[in-house]
């Protein structure tokens, strides 16, 4: 199986700032990787695909970067709805597996 | 307008079989190249791929649960059902399905929580 791991498991910021999430997998996936949202209770939302590819509706603070073993998810300037618990995953082999997840709190 | 809801049992005894059913709209498994998925997330943990069934009936599982799921579809319902035997209460968690584009999930039901209990 290919391990996504994500750095930092969590992380605070405040409203405004630039945050980095980085995802490495433990082989390379090409630019088979997605990011996900998911806030409390709530279900799993496809933000970015592909590795850099913004899905449909959402917000273009939001953007992807990567390839091989090593990506990040960025958000340009945090609003408080991003406040949200960010996953990875990989699409090159099967079975398809998930980071662990960066938890982003409230400064 | 894709939508996908998750029906079920909330409840199951250990060893029991739970029979999930996703029942969705606005895609055909008809349709080259489509597919659904099943990921399951545990309270408090991270998200976890359980099986996938392509409109070709190609089916894909998680190697280490492969002996305890089977996934199934029924065109004529646009349903897809996954079937998982001698539950355990480490199997207890949230489960969706999910459309598949391109590997990835784009829209979701709004899961269903499963409690293995006795």
Redesign the interface.
Known sequence: DIQMTQYPSSVSASVGDRVTITCRASQGVSNRLAWYQQKPGKVPKLLIYAASTLQSGVPSRFSGSGSGTDFTLTISSLQPEDFATYYCQQAKSYPYTFGQGTRLEIK | QITLKESGPTLVNPTQTLTLTCTFSGFSLTTSEEAV?W?RQSPGK????LA?IYWSDEK????SLKSTFTITKDTSKNQVVLTMTNMDPVDTATY?CAHR??????Y????TLVTVSS
């Open positions: 998925g990921i991270a998200l976890e791929w996938l894909r599982y998680r190697p969706y584009i391109q590997g990835f999930f784009d979701w039901g709004q899961g």
